[in-house]
């Protein structure tokens, strides 16, 4: 049974930083493609960043590269997002997803499996 688990959210102010960090269980790491998601309130689910499967590169989000950073951890089963510079814009639950699609990126329909989210608010 495939399992995603997200923590490292929380509440913090703006400017400070924080890293998310996404478990992932139940098939080979090394096979997937691992993204960020976010939604905020009365938003749509937007892309954040993906690491693709055999460390074949990253990809990010619109305007998210500089201030986001996602990486992956094969020997831990683990995909960290780095989040500098936060802002109240940033405020959101972040998901993680996998999938192994090749080419996966920002469209969240090809990833197969989610995790329940992690809250991340951002205050003024």
């Known amino acids: 049974q495939v399992q995603l688990v997200e923590s490292g959210g929380g509440l913090v102010q703006t400017g400070d930083s924080l890293r998310l960090s996404c478990g992932f269980s139940?098939?080979?790491?090394?096979?997937?493609?691992f993204g960020w998601f976010r939604q905020a309130p009365g938003k749509e689910r937007e892309f954040v960043a993906a690491a693709r499967r055999w460390n074949d590169g990253t990809v990010y989000g619109e305007s998210l590269k500089g201030p986001f950073t996602i990486s992956r951890d094969s020997a831990k089963n683990r995909v960290y997002l780095q989040m500098d510079s936060l802002k109240p814009d940033d405020t959101a639950v972040y998901y993680c997803?996998?999938?192994?699609?090749?080419?996966?990126?920002?469209?969240?329909?090809?990833?197969?499996?989610w995790g329940q989210g992690t809250q991340v608010t951002v205050s003024s």
């Open positions: 139940g098939r080979s790491f090394d096979d997937y493609t």
């Open positions: 997803a996998a999938g192994t699609t090749p080419g996966l990126g920002p469209i969240a329909t090809e990833y197969s499996y």
